[in-house]
C-alpha cells in the first residue's frame, strides 16, 4: 500500500490489523497525537461506513501490543467454543461437492455452498459454507442483481451474500454425513410446515 492509500484508524497509520472471531483488531501509530503515540482498537462497519471501538492509546508500544494480545486471546477463546458447541469435522467443501447448475436454474430454495475465500480463515469450514438460498436477485441468471439472502444449515441463522460468493448447488450424495443428517431434517421440518399451511386453507 503506498503513502497515498495508507490505512488509517482516526489519525492514526494502521500499522497491525487482525480479524478473527468477527472482530477486527488494529494497532495504529501517530508520532504527533497526544493521547499517545500508539493505539489499539476494534474496526467495525455497518451500512453507515466504518467506525472504531474501544480504543486505547499509550506512548508504551509494549503496552499497546499487550491489550491487542490480549483481545486477540478472547477471540481465540470464542472460536474455540464455537467449534467445540458445533462439534463437527474440520473439513473444506470445494468444486467437487457441487453439483452442475442447469441453464437458467434459480437458485432460490437450493442448498448451496459459500466459497472458502469468502470466509474469514477460521470459519472457511463446511458447516459455514451450507446453506439454503433463501432469495434475492442474485439467484436468478441475467436478474443484474447480486444479492443472494443465505439460511445457514447448521444454524438456521440468516445473512446476506453476493452472487459471487457462491460456490455453486450442492451434490447432496457427496456432502459429509453430518450434512446429510442435517439436509433431512430441514427436509422433514419443511414437510411438516407445508402440511400446517395446507390444512389452515
Known sequence: MSKQQKEMAGDYEVIH???????VMLIGYNPDDKDGKYMTCY???NFMGEFFTSAIASDDYMEIV????????EQMEKVK??????????????????????????LAGKLIILRPS?????????????????GGFGCTPNAGGRAVYFRELYSGEECRWNIGDVLGIADPDKL???AKQKVAEYEKTRAVKEKERGEAR
Open 176 to 178: 459429509p454425513e453430518w
Open 66 to 73: 499487550k491489550l491487542f494480545s490480549e483481545r486477540l486471546q
Open 17 to 23: 490489523s487482525l480479524r478473527l472471531g468477527g472482530k
Open 81 to 106: 467454543q464455537f467449534r467445540t458447541e458445533r462439534g463437527v469435522p474440520l473439513e473444506t467443501l470445494g468444486a467437487e461437492h457441487c453439483r452442475k447448475r442447469g441453464e437458467g436454474e434459480n
Open 43 to 45: 474496526k467495525e462497519s
Open 118 to 134: 469468502s470466509l474469514s480463515p477460521e470459519y472457511r469450514t463446511a458447516d459455514c459454507q451450507l446453506g439454503y438460498a433463501a
